[in-house]
Structure formats: structure tokens, C-alpha cells
């Protein structure tokens, strides 16, 4: 047999390729004692070319296959053609999104990539696999869903192949050894009953399930190994509510304190019965993104999205009331109909959800998706390469493009971080909106140079009070205080930050306090057999002069949705 190899590039370390362990394994049952002739190798986009290059050299394979997507599709292109220098028998195929619809293209760019799989590659990879592992060459005409170069250099297309039942593909993880650190990704549904015009999901209407005593089975083995968390990668998990509840369920009853679960929603689609089982369910054992994208009707309109707003934001604050489960949910800044001022009042009314983390992410043109060919309609323009993110429309300038990017940074900076939940409430309130204070922070942040740079911690803090010290000068000890509590909230500091000022606590007052713990265990329960010393090391005892008050911070109690530790009102200042 030809020795194969299956290339992914991820994203990051952690990730993992599910698509790749889906074709080994589904190969694997085709060519029996064939496997070990079929590798896989995970690099990441952060890696140097030239040491995934001499990696591929040392494995030397005779096919080797990547997966191509929008976040490494620039690593992949640089790699071509010097894997064809190195091993210049090597037979490249390619297969992914990235370059499923436009394959003849892609062939034509690059010269010395054999072939491309188109769609689903599960069926189509393991026909190409059986004629390799009996030494020959495959039979390309016989095979859907490729488009390869014929030996005199025409490019032929096949047909496209029908969608694979999921049933029919072999549970991917094994071994555990070799996912350790990683995020786990598991699918239990393939395509999706909505038309977004901006998503590639939308292409494949034959929705398919994996029956639901397939799935507990192998949710069994991520509970019995703890794994840390499983990812969903199903486009819409609730689109059809029998397959949600029943794997739900079975979740919560098979809780094993450890494992979280992530899945991708439509809120809207939630019913009350639903509502109340993810409620129930332990704080941290599942956490959902919901992907808004706009909460403009004329936009929703033009981009074919199905979904009722007033029943995602019901859904969305209800299980916000249940304090049990993180919500992300996402926003598209570039979308047909949406200009600034648009976009900000989409912005603010995500906000006012208060949701875990709030994604402002940008349109991505893809290739094969509707939006694709409604680009001239709507002016969008795009970057040629990818993730094809789009840089103006007929409504949003690239000027506005730039102050969305920097909203989006203070976003990620200060509001999805969750460290200043307490000084962001303080600071709204000078602000005629949400979506103006985060503009205003990220002018700021321009004004002073600091765009793109990464900051300790602490200084973050101690821009927000130079800021809240321009917006609201007379209340700039009152601004402190709420940056203190939010710092200490979140972290023991082994050293006092300098915007925080002198401590103000009583020292005698602390001291007896910490005695009297001690011996009584009034506000903090479990720490018995702790000295008081020690006692003082684990926690916090702060005073805050303009409420005269003692706030007590508890770190071994903390928040398992935001990893706050608890503040206990101790006491008023004799």
C-alpha cells in the first residue's frame, strides 16, 4: 500500500481535526490491516513553515492529503510547492471548504497539486484510499466528488457526491493519550434547515442525525475519561428538538462533574420544557453560543435569516436568570443593510442580554456561499485572500470598518474577559450607550498609541481609571473603588497594584478579625484547621472607604461560570 498521510493545519494547539480522524477511521473499515499505511499529522498556523516542511520530509509519504480551511489556507499555499521540491514523487491532494467550490481553480494555481475532494470527503477518500492500498492508481473517472488533472493537464470535474449517513462513520477518538490538552470536537448532525446567505451550511439541505444510541455510547467514553470539554460542532444542535432533549437529558443524568459541553443555537427555537432542563443543569455542564449576527429586520431580510428576536432575547435572559451556563453570542458587522449607526443599535440590544461574551466578528465572503454571488448587489468588497473578510459595502465604509475593529477590540479587552464587570456598570452610566462608551475606549486607546499591544493586567486597570478620570472627573475615587473590588475579586494579588492606592483597612481591625476566624468560622466555612496566617494569605480583607465597608474575598468559593471568587460584606467600621 501507498503510504498516505492526512495533513491539518489548526488554528492553535489546542484544537484538534475532527475531519481528518473522520476519514483515517472511515478508510480504516474499507482496508482491513491497511491503517497503519495511513497517518495523520497536526501542525499549527503558529508553527514555521520550514519545520512543518521538514516534518512532512521525514515522514515522507507517497499521497499526502491537507485539510483546507479559511485560517490556514495562506500555511497550506506556502507549503505546496516546496513539499513538491522535497518530495518531488509525492502525490498532493487537497479537500475542505476552502476549496470545494472552486476546485478548478485551485488546480490551476497551483500546478503541483493532483487533485481536490469536493464536500464530504468520508466516501470519496476512502475509494481514493482502496486503489492506493493495493498499490495503484485510482481510477479518477469512476470517482465523485473529485476534480483532478488528467495526465495530458486537463482538469476534469466529477460529479458531486450524495451526503454520507453519519451512522456509517466510526467513532474517532481511542486513544486518549494523543488528545490530552486539547479541545475535543464530536458532531451528531450534518447540515442545517436555514438559508444564511453568508454560511456554507446553508448548501447542504439533507439534514442528517446520528441516531441517538450511537451518541450516548460515545458520550459514555468523554464522561468515563473526564474529558475537560467536548464541542459540538453541529451547525444548529436544537434544530430538531426530539435529538437536543433526548441528548440533553442524558447529559444531565450522566453528569460527571467534570466535562463540559459546548453547543451552537438558535435560542428562538427553545421552548419552555427545554428552558427549565437547562436550568436545571450543574453550573458549567454545558454552554451554548447563539449566533444573533443582527437584530436589523432589513438585514435579517436580506441575508435569508430565519428568527424571532424577541423570542431568542426571552430565551436568552431566562437562562441568563438560572446563573448556570455561559452564553456567547455573536454578532456580524458588515452584513447587507447594516450601516454604523445600525450596527450599534445591534450592539447595544446583544448587550443589554448581558451575555457571558459578546463576539463582534466581521463578514466573511466565503466561496460557494450566496453572499458570494451577491457581492456586486450589495457593494461588498472583500480581501482576495483569505478569510476573505470584508473590508466595505454600500452602507459601511472601510473608515467604519476601522472603528468596529477597534469596538471589537475593547469587546474582547474588557467585557469578554469578564475582570471589570462591576467598573464597565460604573462607567455606562455616562454614556448614552453601550456602544458609544466602547467606541469612546477605543478612540482613546488610538489617541494613546495603544491599539494591538498586549498589556499586563494591571494596566488595563489603570488605563480605565485615567479614562473614567477624562468622563466623569468627580467621581474618580468612586471609579477606583469599583476597579479595586473587580481586581480583587478575581485575583489574590500577592502585591497591591498601584491605581489602587494605600490599603485603608484598620490593621488591628483586620488583625482581630482574622483572630476571630479562627476560632468561630463565621464567613468562612471549610477552612477549618487553617491558622490565621494562612488564613490571611488565602483570602482578602479590603476596605472601602466611600461605602465604609469591609469587603471579605473568598478564592476557594469561586463563580465555575467566570472563575470570580465570592465577596462577603463583613462588617461596617466601628
Known amino acids: 500500500m501507498k503510504k498516505v498521510l492526512l495533513a491539518a493545519v489548526n488554528a492553535k494547539y489546542i484544537h484538534s481535526n475532527l475531519a481528518v480522524y473522520s476519514l483515517q477511521r472511515y478508510a480504516r473499515q474499507r482496508i482491513p490491516g491497511g491503517m497503519d499505511r495511513i497517518g495523520i499529522a497536526e501542525y499549527t498556523i503558529n508553527q514555521q513553515a520550514e519545520t512543518i516542511l521538514a516534518d512532512l520530509f521525514r515522514r515522507a509519504p507517497e499521497v499526502l492529503c491537507f485539510s483546507c480551511y479559511i485560517w490556514n489556507m495562506d500555511m497550506v499555499a506556502r507549503l505546496l510547492p516546496e513539499v513538491k ?115 456554507l451550511s446553508s448548501i447542504d439541505k439533507k439534514l442528517r442525525f446520528r441516531s441517538p444510541a450511537l451518541v450516548k455510547e460515545e458520550l459514555c467514553f468523554f464522561l468515563e475519561q473526564k474529558t475537560a470539554q467536548v464541542k459540538f460542532v453541529d451547525r444548529t444542535f436544537n434544530c430538531r428538538r426530539d435529538h437536543a432533549m433526548e441528548i440533553w437529558r442524558f447529559i444531565k443524568e450522566h453528569d460527571n462533574g467534570v466535562t463540559n459541553f459546548h453547543f451552537e443555537i438558535s435560542a428562538d427555537l427553545l421552548d419552555e420544557e427545554e428552558l427549565a432542563l437547562l436550568r436545571s443543569m450543574r453550573p458549567g455542564l454545558v454552554q451554548l453560543e447563539i449566533g444573533v449576527q443582527s437584530t436589523n429586520p432589513e438585514t435579517i431580510r436580506k441575508i435569508r435569516r430565519s428568527m424571532d428576536l424577541a423570542k431568542l432575547e426571552r430565551a436568552v435572559r431566562r ?27 445591534s450592539f447595544d ?44 459595502t454600500r452602507w459601511l465604509s472601510y473608515a467604519d470598518i476601522l472603528v468596529l475593529k477597534g469596538v471589537e477590540e475593547m469587546t474582547e479587552i474588557y467585557y469578554n474577559s469578564g475582570q471589570f464587570k462591576h467598573t464597565l456598570l460604573f462607567l455606562e452610566k455616562y454614556f448614552s450607550s453601550p456602544f458609544a462608551l466602547y467606541r469612546k475606549l477605543a478612540a482613546c486607546y488610538e489617541e494613546n498609541g495603544l491599539r494591538g499591544m498586549q498589556h499586563a493586567r494591571p494596566a488595563r486597570y489603570e488605563f480605565l481609571l485615567a479614562f473614567g478620570g477624562s468622563v466623569c472627573p468627580g467621581e474618580k475615587e468612586a471609579l477606583r473603588e469599583a476597579l479595586v473590588f473587580d481586581y480583587y475579586l478575581r485575583e489574590n494579588a500577592k502585591s497591591r497594584p498601584a491605581f489602587a492606592g494605600e490599603p485603608q483597612a484598620d490593621p488591628e ?29 488565602m483570602t482578602h480583607l479590603e476596605y472601602f472607604p466611600l461605602s465604609d465597608g469591609y469587603v471579605l474575598f473568598d478564592y476557594r468559593k469561586r463563580d465555575p461560570l467566570t472563575n470570580d471568587g465570592t465577596a462577603i460584606c463583613v462588617a461596617k467600621r466601628k
Open 85 to 199: 521540491k522535497v518530495l518531488p514523487e509525492t502525490q498532493i491532494w487537497l479537500g475542505g471548504p476552502e476549496v470545494s467550490y472552486d476546485a478548478a481553480a485551485v488546480l490551476v494555481k497551483y500546478p503541483c497539486v493532483s487533485g481536490v475532494m469536493r464536500g464530504e470527503g468520508e466516501e470519496t477518500f476512502a475509494e481514493l484510499a482502496q486503489a492506493w492500498a493495493r498499490g495503484e492508481q485510482p481510477d479518477l473517472q469512476g470517482i465523485r466528488g473529485v476534480t483532478y488533472r488528467e495526465s495530458d493537464g486537463r482538469i476534469r470535474e466529477n460529479p458531486w457526491r450524495e451526503p454520507v449517513e453519519l451512522d456509517s462513520i466510526p467513532f474517532v477518538y481511542t486513544d486518549m493519550a494523543q488528545f490530552r490538552n486539547r479541545i475535543l470536537y464530536y458532531e451528531s448532525s450534518r447540515g442545517c434547515p436555514f438559508s444564511c446567505s453568508y454560511c
Open 319 to 345: 437562562i441568563g436568570e438560572g446563573a448556570n451556563i455561559h452564553q456567547h453570542l455573536d454578532l456580524i458587522a458588515g452584513l447587507p443593510g447594516e450601516d454604523l449607526e445600525s450596527f450599534g443599535r
Open 349 to 392: 440590544r446583544v448587550y443589554a442580554m448581558r451575555p457571558g461574551e459578546l463576539q463582534l466578528g466581521f463578514l466573511k465572503v466565503l466561496k460557494g456561499s450566496r453572499m458570494e454571488e451577491e457581492k456586486e448587489e450589495y457593494g461588498l468588497v472583500c480581501r482576495d485572500t483569505p478569510p476573505y473578510e470584508v473590508l466595505f
Open 509 to 537: 481591625w483586620v488583625r482581630r478579625f482574622y483572630e476571630e476566624e479562627v476560632s468561630g468560622h463565621c464567613y468562612l466555612k471549610g477552612y477549618e484547621g487553617v491558622d490565621k496566617n494562612q488564613l490571611r494569605r
